[in-house]
């Protein structure tokens, strides 16, 4: 029974949602360590750090994430390519890797809306809890690290909840460079078996019992982060 639902192709079906899941986790690190830089650029007393920050923002998030994505693997592959043929001659080349491609793109899709998620959430962090621990003689790393970053992932992670969901979806887009994800293993079974709405309709299944257990993962962590949080 379980042969005839996935018709020969379940092992590639199952290798293809570990890429996805792959591609899923290495941009949610980058993107959160990019998010977080962005943030703090667009707090900072500095004028020129705000506007780029601000410009990041705005260009990541009015840009469609297919085309950050081609941008990423055909803009790289141009440039990195020009620099190789500066150094090394006319004839040196480089085609960037549909994996590295990908996750550089969503990375930085990631990275520009947790920003606003993390700008956010340090402001909405009480003034009394920092002006009580600089009272503590705590040193400005100090609070950062022990006081500032807890309080803010309390606040952000609801919607960090939600573009961690996103992401997941997104990764189905890294098809078009090449990317053997469960999108693309997908599209290639039902070019083999002519079966395009069953190999899609398990896709689509698959991806919902992604969403359903992360979803579980994300509430379980909003627990956890709002442990002795007293409820009004």
Not at 7 to 24: C, H, R
Request: charged share 10%.
């Amino acid at each position: 029974m379980t042969a005839d639902l996935f018709q020969g192709w379940g092992t590639q079906l199952f290798w293809g949602t570990m890429v996805t899941l792959k591609v899923a986790f290495l941009a949610l690190l980058a993107g959160l360590a990019i998010g977080l830089l962005v943030a703090l650029a667009k707090l900072s007393a500095s004028r020129f750090l705000r506007a780029a920050g601000d410009l990041y923002t705005t260009c990541i998030r009015g840009t469609p994430e297919l085309l950050i994505i081609l941008l990423v693997y055909f803009g790289s592959t141009v440039a990195l390519s020009a620099a190789l043929r500066w150094i090394g001659g006319p004839d040196a080349a480089f085609e960037m890797p549909a994996l590295g491609a990908g996750v550089l793109a969503l990375s930085l899709v990631f990275g520009g809306y947790a920003a606003e998620i993390f700008r956010g959430a340090f402001l909405a962090i009480p003034p009394g809890q920092i002006e009580a621990a600089r009272a503590f003689g705590m040193s400005p790393l100090t609070l950062f690290i022990h006081i500032r970053l807890p309080l803010m992932w309390r606040y952000a992670l609801p919607a960090l909840g939600n573009i961690w969901i996103s992401l997941i979806k997104n990764t189905s887009l890294i098809s078009v460079v090449g990317l053997e994800e469960l999108m693309r293993v997908s599209y290639i079974a039902t070019s083999v078996t002519r079966s395009p709405f069953h190999f899609y309709m398990l896709a689509a299944v698959i991806y919902l019992l992604l969403t359903i257990a992360n979803s579980l993962i994300i509430e379980w962590l909003e627990t956890r982060a709002n442990r002795g949080v007293r409820r009004v």
